[in-house]
């Protein structure tokens, strides 16, 4: 008979907590992720030195698919009680807006229920009841709002993956989750604030890719309004989209593509003559991503609005660098 107080956390997670989950369907290689590092540390400078604080990692962290984390378990050996490691485990769960939170020590399983409404948002199960995905994965559209059948598909579509180990880093993915989420129920405004640096332009092709496979968004117009912006989009991340996309250049309209890259002085000028984007029906693009959006395209008075405008039935997102503080009396336009 073991002795569970003797065994370390690892053990508890290895002959306990691990077992259990894979018991109620989870898959080991694709749902069931252990001490998964989300942070690299807080980065502290003092004077000339500079150093990182601890990491935040997760016990457990599963996956309906991967990408769409929807329930985290925070393990300790068996001298703590069930619910000791509950908090850490919110405190995660918080950061990386996931609903379901488990804590355990070998016993069972204390269930804290992010999406509860009844009052009943604690319950202890046995190791023999851990949820299964399915039950899992209707907790979490509850939290996300998401009802219909076809919000559920767009939510659900897998990510961009191209065989290597890339993939989002915890705040694109919540970025890219959370407006696919709010597109799949029915938003169609939305501002992306990502510092620079921060990866903007993947989170911008995960989205589209992700709305576009699912076949929610079928044409997609992404402006810039710098020759470096477009060329490096064109050649990085949105290479994948290959044939299906294409650059609008010297004012020459093809409506045979399916992704647009362009320059907002390429769509539009002074005269009417120059505003090809007109070429287009006001109905043709059903999804607009506007990158530095900060710097005029959103604003009520900008020249380029008009293009905007033109194509105001479609979904239109924005992306900046520029902190939401600052900016929530110029982004009349989201």
Request: glycine share 8%.
């Given at each position: 008979m073991i002795d569970k107080k003797s065994l370390s956390e690892r053990d508890i997670?290895?002959?306990?907590?691990?077992?259990?989950?894979?018991?109620?369907?989870?898959?080991?290689?694709?749902?069931?992720?252990?001490?998964?590092?989300?942070?690299?540390?807080?980065?502290?400078?003092?004077?000339?030195?500079?150093?990182?604080?601890?990491?935040?990692?997760?016990?457990?962290?599963?996956y309906y698919k991967p990408n769409i984390p929807i329930a985290i378990i925070e393990a300790k050996d068996n001298k703590h009680s069930v619910r000791s490691g509950i908090q850490q485990a919110l405190d995660y769960a918080k950061i990386l807006d996931i609903p379901c939170v488990f804590s355990s020590n070998?016993?069972?399983?204390?269930?804290?229920?992010?999406?509860?409404?009844?009052?009943?948002?604690?319950?202890?199960?046995?190791?023999?009841?851990?949820?299964?995905?399915?039950?899992?994965?209707?907790?979490?559209?509850?939290?996300k709002g998401i009802i219909t059948p076809t919000a559920e598909k767009i939510?659900?579509?897998?990510?961009?993956?191209?065989?290597?180990?890339?993939?989002?880093?915890?705040?694109?993915?919540?970025a890219v989750n959370r407006t696919v989420e709010a597109i799949a129920n029915?938003?169609?405004?939305?501002?992306?604030?990502?510092?620079?640096?921060?990866?903007?332009?993947?989170t911008a092709f995960q989205i589209i890719h992700r709305l576009w496979k699912s076949g929610a968004k079928k044409r997609i117009l992404?402006?810039?309004?710098?020759?470096?912006?477009?060329?490096?989009?064109?050649?990085?991340?949105?290479?994948?989209?290959?044939?299906?996309?294409?650059?609008?250049?010297?004012?020459?309209?093809?409506?045979?593509y399916e992704i647009y890259l362009a320059l907002y002085q390429g769509l539009s000028g002074t005269d009417e003559d120059a505003n090809v984007y007109k070429e287009f029906s006001p109905n043709f693009f059903d999804l607009i991503v506007?990158?530095?959006?900060?710097?005029?395209?959103a604003k009520e008075d900008s020249s380029w609005r008009e293009i905007l405008s033109y194509f105001k039935n479609a979904t239109h997102i924005g992306l900046t660098a520029t902190q939401e503080t600052s900016i929530l009396g110029e982004f009349v336009h989201f």
């Open positions: 997670c290895t002959k306990f907590i691990t077992p259990s989950v894979e018991k109620s369907g989870w898959n080991k290689l694709t749902q069931l992720l252990e001490e998964v590092s989300f942070t690299d540390g807080k980065i502290y400078v003092r004077g000339k030195l500079t150093a990182r604080g601890n990491q935040k990692r997760a016990d457990y962290i599963l070998g016993d069972g399983f204390l269930f804290h229920d992010r999406t509860a409404t009844d009052g009943n948002i604690e319950t202890e199960i046995g190791l023999d009841d851990f949820p299964t995905p399915e039950q899992l994965w209707e907790k979490y559209k509850k939290y939510a659900s579509q897998d990510y961009y993956f191209d065989g290597t180990s890339r993939k989002p880093r915890y705040y694109q993915q919540i029915g938003q169609n405004r939305i501002i992306l604030v990502m510092a620079t640096g921060t990866g903007k332009t993947y992404f402006l810039a309004d710098r020759n470096a912006l477009i060329d490096q989009t064109r050649r990085g991340d949105f290479k994948h989209f290959k044939d299906k996309m294409t650059v609008v250049k010297h004012r020459q309209i093809d409506k045979s506007i990158d530095e959006c900060h710097r005029g395209s």
